[in-house]
């Protein structure tokens, strides 16, 4: 890449190396754009006779061809690339949907020189027309090679994020008391509401029993005959593990127990089951306040019918420090 200043009349298609503003301030024409010659008469009317540009050399991409191209290899699912100024390229979401990362593939091509990817978190809740994610490339050009190796990476490996939509999804709660369900259920029901609500969700079928084990098991049942995309259980007790009353009730039910314990706080006693391809959860204490909990970070890829494994509840301990 070389830089030069030329004469103002022979500029059009090269690009401009720093932004030029008129004598009040205002921006006129930015870093990196490529002139054109409506672009020249304008310069030539502002009273510039010279300008500073840049020249690609063989073997570079211009940023925003470079920018396309990582961007239409590093995401997939219901997403658009749009470009933006200054070598850079957004994945927007074109509906309400679940943001899944591979974070390891994301810092392997975060550590190659000239192009740069930011993301939204992993397992994170973004509505139609949110930037999940940005594509930066050095300024003006990316040399072939590096461009060419994140390329490679990409295709070998799948891409980096996938926008998982969250189509028309249902949610089943079983609210449990050991003396009285409808307790329970006067305790959480409206901070259940607004948790649901930011994810775009109306109220949920719902069911109140004692906490008992044959109760509890025949109450979910009845919820999983609805199909719901998740069932959650909010318990007015706190398990001591799968061999609790919910516990015993999920494997009673032919529940798969996939993982007990979080490291997230709040919501370390988090007990999360499948029965089939539907996840039930259960969270004590999560739902006595609508601050950010554990069931908030898992409640969006569930929403988005992702099976979340115990494998990455685990991966939750690097930021599940929330209060």
Not at 75 to 96: K, P, S, V
Not at 139 to 167: D, N, T, W
Not at 182 to 205: K, Y
Not at 237 to 261: K, Q, S, W
């Amino acid at each position: 890449m070389r830089a030069q200043t030329i004469d103002v009349k022979a500029s059009t298609g090269r690009i401009l190396s720093c932004t030029i503003f008129r004598p009040g301030g205002k921006k006129l024409l930015a870093k990196g754009h490529v002139l054109n010659e409506d672009d020249v008469r304008l310069l030539v009317t502002e009273g510039l006779n010279q300008v500073w540009v840049t020249e690609l050399e063989d073997g570079e991409v211009a940023e925003d061809d470079a920018v396309s191209v990582v961007a239409a290899e590093m995401g997939c699912g219901t997403l658009e690339i749009r470009l933006a100024a200054g070598g850079r390229a957004n994945l927007i979401a074109t509906e309400d949907c679940c943001v899944l990362v591979d974070d390891e593939l994301l810092k392997q091509i975060n550590c190659i020189s000239s192009i740069v990817v930011a993301t939204s978190v992993n397992f994170s809740f973004a509505k139609a027309e949110q930037r999940i994610a940005t594509v930066k490339s050095a300024p003006f050009a990316v040399a072939q090679p590096q461009l060419e190796a994140v390329v490679s990476i990409l295709k070998e490996r799948g891409p980096i994020l996938q926008a998982r939509p969250m189509r028309n999804p249902t949610v089943g709660v079983l609210y449990t008391d050991p003396s009285n369900g409808d307790r329970a259920r006067q305790l959480f029901e409206s901070i259940m509401r607004q948790r649901l609500e930011r994810f775009g969700m109306g109220a949920p079928l719902s069911m109140a029993v004692r906490e008992e084990e044959a109760e509890v098991a025949r109450s979910l049942e009845h919820l999983l005959r609805s199909k719901p995309t998740v069932i959650l259980v909010a318990s007015t007790t706190a398990p001591a593990g799968p061999e609790d009353v919910i516990g015993r009730a999920m494997a009673r039910l032919g529940c798969h127990l996939e993982r007990f314990l979080a490291p997230v706080e709040p919501g370390n006693l988090f007990l999360l089951g499948y029965k089939d391809d539907t996840p039930v959860v259960s969270a004590p204490g999560c739902f006595r306040s609508a601050k950010l909990n554990v069931v908030d970070l898992v409640l969006p890829p569930m929403l988005a019918r992702y099976r979340v494994s115990g494998w990455e509840v685990a991966s939750l301990g690097h930021g599940g420090l929330l209060a």
